[in-house]
């Protein structure tokens, strides 16, 4: 019975034996596809990111062009405006401006200009006008003197 | 210039019997009136009306009155005339003496107090009344409104009105009179005097009444020129003069001695005739080409006065100058100034400074003599010798300065009016004769030995004009090809260019070019500073610039202060327009200027505007047969430099009591306006609700 | 305002007309077609045509359904506004020159040219409105001809059978249409010969424009000027405005003497004056052909 029970206890570590292998080769190749997937996902992330990469830096290469392009309107309308002398503002300034920009201000500053202007011929009108009457006013008492002589 | 062809001196009676004696009744009885009955008598008053008025004398049928002969129901051949005022009732008398009527009646026209008085004559002899003594007008009473506010006349129809202009409240007819004038108003160059053109002659009115204050009897006057200071004053009619057989004689009159000549010189205080001369028309130029048959261009001023009222001078063209004294009118010195080929010449004007030291010499006080009249004048080439322009000293005829000059058409003399430069317009021609370019000979007088500076131009110059009180000058020039083709429609294209003046150099700088414009006409402030540009004689353009020479310079009255950068302070203040303008003239102070546009040039919306100094409409008046606007100009202040100067400095204390004064009126006006509207509303209001109220019973009717 | 451009006549316009609801606009020209228009839009809606001759005049009744011309071709003519058909035709020796319904729509008033040794003359017709409109009297119910000077203008007074003319002396009348007898007249009403005539909403009152540069309010019981808006050129037409207190002058030299004189010379400006300050309020440019009609749009028509 002794023998009978040890064949049996055999029989079973071998039976073990035999499940603990093939539970570690599936294992094995379980984990063998996992890595794999893994590996997969990971390659197609990276191509992902690659595109992405490429999309955005073509996307800032444009972006960057155009504000180039856009820095370099606005400095030539600027300069064009200086040139013309309707524009008071010192370039080097307004590197960051856009042409949008460029143009409200020189609105602005057309409409400034055009207000000075007009408070400068209000102010202009009223000196000539009072200075014409006060000489006037002054003058009055001496109109009958003069005509006695 | 003036131009002959606008005025109609058609229907020229030749019988004028002027007689100018105070009246003071306004009743003329005419004789020599055909005998009529009753039926006949509104024709035959409409047609002597018509005779009065064709001869300038305003009268109408109502105004006449025929008596009657109760038996016969006949007229009795004569009629009283009622005048308007004596003036008028002069004025008629002269205007139908001995009028032809028809082949069997002569009218024979006398003073109803006349008549009168010899019916009932007295054989003994009375002491004349003296005449009760009234004092004079003040003829400057103008210049003392309380409002210190301008006058302007305008001349419309028939009409002639003088108006107030002040700030729109204040804006007002201060006198107007139909039939004042028969062809126009000109003010006497201070102001004091308005004279008004006749048949028999000029006329001076003054003072705040309006009155008659001198007459000139030279028949069909058309043009007239007073002397600076309006001592003088040389009238011109197209029509020789002739004395007919028992004309009025005396100082006042022409006596057959004056026959056959056109222009006289008379003292403006007593009325009394000085001198006649002929009409001297330039030689017809054989080159000016379509000038066949047409008349040459009366020129006028044909004397010229010296800027004191000392001398007057004529030119013989080719030959001579002749200076006469004022007022014997006795020739300088017993003889012409001698220059062959001579052409033109003009006077110096009178600077501030010369008159001060005038009034220092009267005094006693000055230092050096004043300075001498001065006389420029031109001759052409003529076969070696170079054209020619002198400057000279008057009475010594010392020759101050010569400058020969080649290649010229033409010259033109333009003084500064402070007698500080005189400009000479070249206008030279290349040696092909094709095309015109120009000089401006700029002589500086006040400096020894009377530098000259030349600026050279590539254009013609179609207009020059000195700032008044100023360095500097403007001028409108042009290289067109159209320029002096000018027809219907053809506006010419011009450039603006202003020049200054430069001190630290002392020679003419350009200041600033104003290109491709089509205005023809500079018309300065006479304050200087402020300059108008416009297109005038357009039916295209009718553009008006306003501009500011000094615009940076705050400081103005004081003169030139820093200048920053040359031209800098040049700022173009505003535009505007008025369509068909004929006509600018700025007011005296300089804060206005007038446009108008004259039925005398063309018939398009007549009338005129008024603008302020920076181009804004201060009003517009559209009126049909509107002919003339003018300023009444204002004499020389007399506040001192000094007293000129406190104001300037005080005037932020003026400025408060004007600024309160200002609004005060303000709020005064538009409480009237809106009290006038809502009187207005109300009466309409009114006559709505009674209209309402009545409907009904109107339709059940 | 929004200014809406009719485009559809070939010549230029004599009269437009809006129908009492404002939304309809009529229009007669000398090119001798009539044009009736949508008002919000300026859609052209449709034509009446017939006529062989410029179209003087037109008029619409109040309910929208009758349209009535007088024309250079010697007719006057009823047209029925929906179909546009003409529905009755009367015929003269001479041009008709003015047409106008009167307040209750039952009758129109011609005035017809005085020309060739025939004497101008003012009919009333009475309208049968029952029906197709097509069966109308021949015969005028009342005819005369007004003494003195041509009468150019017309319309019906607030009070039954008078009538209101102007004409070509600058005298104003009133004629009652039973007698023919002049019932009361303004000779000095203008200077120069009467353009146009239009009344208030309540009849109480009219406009008159006139050649001597001035329109007029009158009182139609007594013809008394009310007020005067003097103006710097010929007028050839004045409409009283709905709800503002305003008027509306248009006028210019026509454009025979536009093209041989100054373009400037011609003023063609619609002109708004206030009706009560006689002051101007304001313009409408860009003409180019003189205004000879003027008639404010509006929808609502109030007492005023």
Same mark, same amino acid.
């Not at chain 2, 006028?300 to 063209?317: E, F, G, H, M």
């Given at each position: 019975a002794e023998r009978k029970a040890l064949q049996l206890r055999k029989a079973i570590v071998a039976r073990r034996r035999e499940l603990l292998s093939e539970l570690s080769v599936r294992k094995e190749k379980e984990a063998a596809s996992r890595r794999a997937e893994i590996s997969r996902r990971e390659k197609d992330e990276e191509q992902k990111k690659a595109v992405e990469d490429a999309k955005r830096r073509e996307l800032e290469r444009a972006k960057k062009e155009i504000e180039a392009i856009r820095t370099e309107e606005a400095k030539k309308l600027a300069q064009s405006l200086k040139a013309k002398g309707s524009l008071k503002v010192d370039i080097e300034d307004m590197e960051n401006l856009t042409s949008d920009s460029i143009m409200r201000l020189q609105v602005e500053q057309l409409e400034k200009e055009k207000k000075d202007l007009a408070e400068a011929m209000r102010v202009a009108s009223k000196r000539l006008d009072h200075t014409e009457r006060a000489y006037r006013k002054e003058e009055r008492p001496l109109l009958s003197e003069d005509y006695e002589v | 210039g003036f131009d002959e062809d606008d005025i109609d001196y058609s229907d020229i009676d030749a019988k004028y019997q002027v007689q100018y004696e105070e009246g003071l009744d306004n009743v003329v009885v005419v004789d020599g009136v055909p005998v009529i009955d009753k039926s006949k008598a509104e024709k035959l008053l409409a047609r002597i009306a018509k005779e009065f008025g064709k001869k300038g004398s305003n009268v109408k049928a109502d105004d006449m009155f025929i008596p009657w002969d109760e038996k016969t129901g006949k007229s009795k051949g004569y009629l009283f005339v009622d005048f308007k005022t004596a003036d008028d009732a002069v004025y008629g008398i002269a205007a139908l003496q001995e009028y032809q009527f028809d082949s069997k009646h002569r009218f024979y026209l006398n003073r109803f107090t006349d008549i009168e008085r010899y019916a009932s004559l007295d054989e003994t002899y009375h002491e004349p009344e003296p005449e009760p003594y009234t004092t004079k007008e003040h003829l400057r009473a103008w210049l003392g409104d309380p409002q210190g506010r301008d006058q302007f006349v305008t001349y419309r129809g028939d009409d002639v009105e003088i108006n107030w202009h002040g700030k729109p409240s204040q804006c007002e007819v201060a006198y107007s009179k139909t039939n004042w004038t028969d062809l126009y108003a000109q003010w006497s160059p201070l102001g004091t005097y308005l004279a008004s053109l006749h048949r028999p002659g000029v006329r001076l009115w003054g003072g705040s009444s309006w009155s008659h204050q001198q007459r000139f009897a030279h028949p069909l006057v058309r043009l007239l020129d007073f002397s600076p200071n309006e001592n003088y004053l040389a009238t011109w009619s197209h029509d020789p003069i002739v004395v007919p057989e028992g004309a009025q004689q005396g100082p006042q009159f022409f006596s057959p001695e004056d026959e056959g000549n056109n222009i006289a010189v008379w003292d403006v205080k007593t009325g009394n005739l000085l001198r006649t001369f002929p009409s001297s028309y330039p030689e017809q130029d054989a080159d000016a080409g379509g000038g066949a048959g047409k008349k040459p261009q009366m020129p006028w001023p044909a004397l010229k006065w010296s800027a004191d009222d000392k001398y007057v001078a004529r030119v013989t063209v080719g030959q001579q100058i002749s200076v006469y004294e004022l007022p014997s009118m006795g020739l300088v010195d017993k003889k012409s100034i001698k220059v062959d080929g001579v052409v033109d010449f003009e006077w110096c004007p009178l600077g501030e400074k010369d008159r001060d030291e005038d009034a220092k010499a009267v005094a006693g006080k000055g230092k050096k003599p004043p300075r001498q009249n001065l006389l420029a004048f031109w001759m052409p080439e003529v076969a070696n010798q170079p054209a020619r322009v002198t400057v000279m000293e008057f009475p010594s005829r010392q020759i101050m300065r010569q400058k020969n000059l080649f290649n010229v058409t033409e010259c033109k003399l333009y003084w500064q009016n402070q007698g500080d430069f005189l400009c000479v317009q070249v206008d030279r021609h290349t040696k092909t004769k094709k095309s015109i370019f120009c000089n401006l000979e700029i002589f =500086? $007088?006040?400096e020894k030995d009377f530098p000259v500076e030349v600026v050279e131009l590539k254009d013609t110059v179609v207009n020059f004009s000195w700032e008044p009180k100023g360095d500097r000058f403007a001028l409108v020039s042009s290289n067109d090809p159209n320029l002096g083709s000018s027809g219907p429609g053809v506006t010419i294209k011009t450039d603006v260019s202003f020049y200054a003046h430069d001190r630290t150099k002392g020679n003419f700088r350009l200041l600033r070019t104003l290109p491709g414009r089509t205005s023809n006409t500079i018309r300065w402030s006479p304050k200087g500073r402020h300059v108008v540009l416009a297109t005038v004689g357009s039916t295209s353009k009718s553009e008006l610039e306003f501009w500011d020479m000094d615009f940076n310079n705050d400081d103005f009255g004081k003169g030139a202060a820093a200048k920053d950068e040359w031209g800098s302070g040049i700022q173009h203040l505003g535009t505007a327009d008025h369509y068909a303008v004929t006509d600018a003239d700025w007011d005296p102070s300089g804060r206005y200027i007038a446009t108008s546009a004259s039925a005398w040039r063309h018939t398009i919306e007549n009338g005129y505007a008024i603008w302020d100094f920076k181009g804004t409409e201060q009003s517009k008046q559209i009126l049909d047969r509107f002919k003339q606007f003018v300023w009444r100009p204002r004499p =020389?202040? #007399?506040?001192?430099k000094e007293q000129q100067r406190q104001i300037r400095k005080n005037l932020k204390e003026y400025s408060r009591q004007f600024e309160e004064e200002d609004a005060a009126e303000e709020s005064n006006v538009s409480a009237e306006l809106i009290a006038q509207r809502k009187r207005l509303v109300d009466e309409w209001n009114a006559w709505r609700i009674r209209c309402r109220d009545e409907l009904p019973a109107a339709i059940k009717k | 305002m929004r200014p809406i451009l009719l485009q559809g006549h070939e010549r230029s316009l004599t009269q437009i007309k809006f129908n009492a609801e404002g939304d309809l606009l009529f229009s007669s020209s000398k090119d001798s077609v009539i044009n009736v228009w949508f008002s919000h839009n300026g859609e052209r809606l449709g034509t009446y045509e017939g006529h062989n001759g410029a179209v003087w005049s037109i008029d619409v009744d109040t309910q929208s359904r009758f349209l009535v011309s007088g024309s250079a071709d010697n007719t006057l003519r009823l047209w029925s506004v929906q179909s546009g058909k003409c529905l009755y035709t009367w015929e003269f020796t001479t041009a008709v020159k003015r047409v106008a319904f009167s307040e209750d729509d039952e009758q129109i008033v011609c005035v017809t040219e005085q020309r060739m040794g025939y004497q101008g003359a003012i009919r009333v017709f009475r309208i049968n409105r029952d029906g197709d409109g097509t069966d109308q009297s021949e015969e005028p119910e009342s005819f005369f001809n007004p003494i003195g000077s041509k009468a150019v203008v017309c319309a019906f007074a607030q009070t039954p059978n008078l009538i209101v003319t102007g004409h070509e002396s600058g005298k104003i009348a009133l004629f009652d249409a039973k007698t023919g007898e002049e019932v009361l007249n303004n000779e000095r009403a203008h200077m120069d010969v009467v353009t146009d005539l239009q009344l208030s909403v309540d009849r109480s009152y009219f406009i008159t424009s006139s050649k001597d540069k001035t329109a007029r309010i009158h009182d139609t019981r007594t013809l008394m000027v009310i007020k005067t808006f003097s103006t710097e050129t010929p007028l050839n037409s004045a409409a009283i405005a709905f709800l503002k207190p305003y008027v509306l002058l248009g006028g210019g030299q026509d454009a025979m003497s536009v093209t041989t004189t100054s #373009? =400037?010379? /011609?003023?063609f400006e619609t002109r708004f004056w206030h009706k009560i300050f006689e002051e101007e309020v304001g313009r409408v440019k860009g003409h180019? /052909?003189? $205004?000879n009609t003027a008639k404010p749009y509006g929808d609502l028509e109030i007492e005023d």
């Amino acid at each position: 019975a002794e023998r009978k029970a040890l064949q049996l206890r055999k029989a079973i570590v071998a039976r073990r034996r035999e499940l603990l292998s093939e539970l570690s080769v599936r294992k094995e190749k379980e984990a063998a596809s996992r890595r794999a997937e893994i590996s997969r996902r990971e390659k197609d992330e990276e191509q992902k990111k690659a595109v992405e990469d490429a999309k955005r830096r073509e996307l800032e290469r444009a972006k960057k062009e155009i504000e180039a392009i856009r820095t370099e309107e606005a400095k030539k309308l600027a300069q064009s405006l200086k040139a013309k002398g309707s524009l008071k503002v010192d370039i080097e300034d307004m590197e960051n401006l856009t042409s949008d920009s460029i143009m409200r201000l020189q609105v602005e500053q057309l409409e400034k200009e055009k207000k000075d202007l007009a408070e400068a011929m209000r102010v202009a009108s009223k000196r000539l006008d009072h200075t014409e009457r006060a000489y006037r006013k002054e003058e009055r008492p001496l109109l009958s003197e003069d005509y006695e002589v | 210039g003036f131009d002959e062809d606008d005025i109609d001196y058609s229907d020229i009676d030749a019988k004028y019997q002027v007689q100018y004696e105070e009246g003071l009744d306004n009743v003329v009885v005419v004789d020599g009136v055909p005998v009529i009955d009753k039926s006949k008598a509104e024709k035959l008053l409409a047609r002597i009306a018509k005779e009065f008025g064709k001869k300038g004398s305003n009268v109408k049928a109502d105004d006449m009155f025929i008596p009657w002969d109760e038996k016969t129901g006949k007229s009795k051949g004569y009629l009283f005339v009622d005048f308007k005022t004596a003036d008028d009732a002069v004025y008629g008398i002269a205007a139908l003496q001995e009028y032809q009527f028809d082949s069997k009646h002569r009218f024979y026209l006398n003073r109803f107090t006349d008549i009168e008085r010899y019916a009932s004559l007295d054989e003994t002899y009375h002491e004349p009344e003296p005449e009760p003594y009234t004092t004079k007008e003040h003829l400057r009473a103008w210049l003392g409104d309380p409002q210190g506010r301008d006058q302007f006349v305008t001349y419309r129809g028939d009409d002639v009105e003088i108006n107030w202009h002040g700030k729109p409240s204040q804006c007002e007819v201060a006198y107007s009179k139909t039939n004042w004038t028969d062809l126009y108003a000109q003010w006497s160059p201070l102001g004091t005097y308005l004279a008004s053109l006749h048949r028999p002659g000029v006329r001076l009115w003054g003072g705040s009444s309006w009155s008659h204050q001198q007459r000139f009897a030279h028949p069909l006057v058309r043009l007239l020129d007073f002397s600076p200071n309006e001592n003088y004053l040389a009238t011109w009619s197209h029509d020789p003069i002739v004395v007919p057989e028992g004309a009025q004689q005396g100082p006042q009159f022409f006596s057959p001695e004056d026959e056959g000549n056109n222009i006289a010189v008379w003292d403006v205080k007593t009325g009394n005739l000085l001198r006649t001369f002929p009409s001297s028309y330039p030689e017809q130029d054989a080159d000016a080409g379509g000038g066949a048959g047409k008349k040459p261009q009366m020129p006028w001023p044909a004397l010229k006065w010296s800027a004191d009222d000392k001398y007057v001078a004529r030119v013989t063209v080719g030959q001579q100058i002749s200076v006469y004294e004022l007022p014997s009118m006795g020739l300088v010195d017993k003889k012409s100034i001698k220059v062959d080929g001579v052409v033109d010449f003009e006077w110096c004007p009178l600077g501030e400074k010369d008159r001060d030291e005038d009034a220092k010499a009267v005094a006693g006080k000055g230092k050096k003599p004043p300075r001498q009249n001065l006389l420029a004048f031109w001759m052409p080439e003529v076969a070696n010798q170079p054209a020619r322009v002198t400057v000279m000293e008057f009475p010594s005829r010392q020759i101050m300065r010569q400058k020969n000059l080649f290649n010229v058409t033409e010259c033109k003399l333009y003084w500064q009016n402070q007698g500080d430069f005189l400009c000479v317009q070249v206008d030279r021609h290349t040696k092909t004769k094709k095309s015109i370019f120009c000089n401006l000979e700029i002589f =500086r $007088v006040r400096e020894k030995d009377f530098p000259v500076e030349v600026v050279e131009l590539k254009d013609t110059v179609v207009n020059f004009s000195w700032e008044p009180k100023g360095d500097r000058f403007a001028l409108v020039s042009s290289n067109d090809p159209n320029l002096g083709s000018s027809g219907p429609g053809v506006t010419i294209k011009t450039d603006v260019s202003f020049y200054a003046h430069d001190r630290t150099k002392g020679n003419f700088r350009l200041l600033r070019t104003l290109p491709g414009r089509t205005s023809n006409t500079i018309r300065w402030s006479p304050k200087g500073r402020h300059v108008v540009l416009a297109t005038v004689g357009s039916t295209s353009k009718s553009e008006l610039e306003f501009w500011d020479m000094d615009f940076n310079n705050d400081d103005f009255g004081k003169g030139a202060a820093a200048k920053d950068e040359w031209g800098s302070g040049i700022q173009h203040l505003g535009t505007a327009d008025h369509y068909a303008v004929t006509d600018a003239d700025w007011d005296p102070s300089g804060r206005y200027i007038a446009t108008s546009a004259s039925a005398w040039r063309h018939t398009i919306e007549n009338g005129y505007a008024i603008w302020d100094f920076k181009g804004t409409e201060q009003s517009k008046q559209i009126l049909d047969r509107f002919k003339q606007f003018v300023w009444r100009p204002r004499p =020389r202040t #007399l506040l001192t430099k000094e007293q000129q100067r406190q104001i300037r400095k005080n005037l932020k204390e003026y400025s408060r009591q004007f600024e309160e004064e200002d609004a005060a009126e303000e709020s005064n006006v538009s409480a009237e306006l809106i009290a006038q509207r809502k009187r207005l509303v109300d009466e309409w209001n009114a006559w709505r609700i009674r209209c309402r109220d009545e409907l009904p019973a109107a339709i059940k009717k | 305002m929004r200014p809406i451009l009719l485009q559809g006549h070939e010549r230029s316009l004599t009269q437009i007309k809006f129908n009492a609801e404002g939304d309809l606009l009529f229009s007669s020209s000398k090119d001798s077609v009539i044009n009736v228009w949508f008002s919000h839009n300026g859609e052209r809606l449709g034509t009446y045509e017939g006529h062989n001759g410029a179209v003087w005049s037109i008029d619409v009744d109040t309910q929208s359904r009758f349209l009535v011309s007088g024309s250079a071709d010697n007719t006057l003519r009823l047209w029925s506004v929906q179909s546009g058909k003409c529905l009755y035709t009367w015929e003269f020796t001479t041009a008709v020159k003015r047409v106008a319904f009167s307040e209750d729509d039952e009758q129109i008033v011609c005035v017809t040219e005085q020309r060739m040794g025939y004497q101008g003359a003012i009919r009333v017709f009475r309208i049968n409105r029952d029906g197709d409109g097509t069966d109308q009297s021949e015969e005028p119910e009342s005819f005369f001809n007004p003494i003195g000077s041509k009468a150019v203008v017309c319309a019906f007074a607030q009070t039954p059978n008078l009538i209101v003319t102007g004409h070509e002396s600058g005298k104003i009348a009133l004629f009652d249409a039973k007698t023919g007898e002049e019932v009361l007249n303004n000779e000095r009403a203008h200077m120069d010969v009467v353009t146009d005539l239009q009344l208030s909403v309540d009849r109480s009152y009219f406009i008159t424009s006139s050649k001597d540069k001035t329109a007029r309010i009158h009182d139609t019981r007594t013809l008394m000027v009310i007020k005067t808006f003097s103006t710097e050129t010929p007028l050839n037409s004045a409409a009283i405005a709905f709800l503002k207190p305003y008027v509306l002058l248009g006028g210019g030299q026509d454009a025979m003497s536009v093209t041989t004189t100054s #373009l =400037r010379q /011609g003023k063609f400006e619609t002109r708004f004056w206030h009706k009560i300050f006689e002051e101007e309020v304001g313009r409408v440019k860009g003409h180019f /052909g003189p $205004v000879n009609t003027a008639k404010p749009y509006g929808d609502l028509e109030i007492e005023d």
